[in-house]
């Protein structure tokens, strides 16, 4: 996933070409490294930005996480960033 924080530091934009944060995504980059040919974790080229399946834009305060889905049309995607978020500040909180 590409990250850009803004210049105010508490906002951000992220654009990602697939799902990269979910148990699967992780088990299929490891299955990757076995495999040499595989290109892992390339980073994204500016004429790619055609080929994003997920673009957002993260704004934080002492109250909450705001989280604005900029680009993709998959639904199920932004949701499941959205929980990984979720459980990532929790658990921050928490611990």
């Known amino acids: 996933m590409q990250w850009h924080w ?3 530091r508490v906002s951000g934009f992220g654009f990602a070409k697939e799902n990269v ?3 699967a995504a992780r088990r299929k980059r490891k299955r990757e490294i076995g495999n040499p040919d595989l290109p892992i974790g390339e980073p994204m080229e500016e004429d790619e930005s055609d080929h994003i ?3 957002i834009k993260i704004t934080i305060s002492k109250e909450q996480v705001d989280i604005r889905w900029l680009k993709g049309r998959d639904s199920v995607l932004f949701e499941s960033f ?4 979720r459980r990532a500040v ?3 909180r928490n611990g």
């Open 6 to 8: 803004a210049d105010d």
């Open 21 to 23: 944060w979910s148990r």
């Open 53 to 55: 399946a997920l673009g």
């Open 90 to 92: 929790s658990q921050g």
């Open 82 to 85: 959205c929980g990984m978020l």
